[in-house]
């Protein structure tokens, strides 16, 4: 009984000592939201924030904070101060994937109170937990089911923890999985899911796609697209012979677009004179006068 006092009294404890953390961390710092200040001391108890890795979920690319502190906030169901504190939020944030203006509005005994009286409701972390789990060994029927109904989540953070697992899996039946999500909508609002799918997707191709098939990144018109960045990064790192093959692919298949896109990608890219020099003759002889326009533009006249 006195040890369940006791217990009690050290979490009362705490909490004032976190209060009061977070209230120095505040005072210590004249903006009106520390977390964007990029101050080159942060106040003690900081945690620095992984900004490349906000930056791939979240829209407000110049807004993102250099490093979580403790927040105080009241707890919207029994109006107790609490803190919210840094590494929590860079869990939030970082791993759960929770949008860069959420917070939190209620104390851990009140969110559990309410997932008790909501047993339905899954815990966020345990199942962002239980994907990645799924992620570290081959794909069953029962984890594809579960990547399937994650997709179908309302928290996009689950939503794009289950493409990550797609990614990871890498096999033929994931890779056709991502491609359809990072082909989707045609240029869509940064603010949309499908804006957000497309990136997670296109960055989890560009990780898992084997060489063999890497000539599809070549057909998303790359630049346009919203992941666009990690396809090309993907594209820089193909040895020679990627390219190699991609023209040959690109010539058979007949459809100047794409040639002309791949032209422009081999000077960015892969720019190297063995290729250009095997190359310039037949694509400058190519029925449709723009891709020995592109040849010129992109390669240069060459001897
Ligand atoms: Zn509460």
Redesign the pocket.
Known sequence: MSERKSNRQRRTEIRERRLKRAEAARSALSQPDVRWSDCENPPAGAVRADRELLARHNNTYGLLPEFYLDRAFT?R??G?EQVWTARQQKWWYEQALGHIDSRAV??R??RRARREANPGGQLLREQCERLRALATRPPDEAARRAIDEALESRWWGVRIVAIETLGCWGDRTSVARLRDLASGVERPRRSSWAFQAQVAAAKALAACLPDTEAGWMLGTGLGKHPGGGHLLAALRARPQAFWERALETEWRRADPERLIRLVWAVRWYAGGETLYSAWRPKLCDHPDGRVAAAVRLAWGTGP
Do not use: G, I, L, V
Request: charged share 40%.
């Open positions: 707890c169901d029994c107790e209620r104390c005994a009140c």
